[in-house]
């Protein structure tokens, strides 16, 4: 057993860990309860609440924001590290007079919390977002339509960075070619820069 953790505990972090593994992201405290017969969500809460004081997890109040940080139980030598994740929004469009870097999760925006390999999301910064790749994909480029891209957000653009646009209202994924920018009077606003790419075969 895991030093430190309870019978119980032990299984419910063993528990997280699998489902993170096999969906992309952590069960909520109602789908704890339900695997493991706990009837009210204190019950589940003060189990989980021991593994964040026991350096297993951190978890925020909003669903699905459980995140492990501490070994899988299960590696008796402790080097065998659970998937870490974190959460960003994917959005699927932007209002008028949205402000992108400042808050991109605007209500009505985000489809859902996509979660990203730490190693990848670590560009993309806190306010970092998610979009997927349109029917058309991406002229020139080997992304595909689905394809989910990690953007870090910023306002200016190298030539040759895929980035992320607000063009005549809509998002688009072009390779910037200088000509882009918020303040030249154009119509093409730069959102962020791709920083990663997800994709399902």
Known sequence: ??????????????????????????????????????????????????????????????????????????????????????????????????????????????????????EMAGPATEEGFVVRVGSTGVHGDPVLPGDLLVVRPQRTAVTGELIVVLARGDIAIIRANGQEGHDDGGDVEVLGRVVGLIRRY
């Open 1 to 118: 057993m895991a030093k430190g953790l309870t019978e119980k505990q032990r299984r419910i972090l063993e528990y997280i860990i699998d489902f993170q593994r096999d969906n992309g992201f952590p069960p909520t405290i109602r789908e704890l309860g339900d695997a493991f017969g706990i009837g009210s969500l204190r019950g589940v809460t003060v189990h989980l609440d021991a593994l964040v004081r026991k350096g297993f997890m951190t978890r925020e109040r909003t669903s699905r924001s459980i995140r492990i940080i501490g070994p899988d139980p299960r590696d008796p030598h402790g080097s065998r590290k659970a998937e870490q994740a974190v959460m960003l929004p994917l959005i699927r469009g932007l209002a008028a007079g949205d402000n992108v870097l400042g808050k991109v999760s605007t209500e009505g925006q985000v489809e859902r919390l996509v979660p990203v390999p730490e």
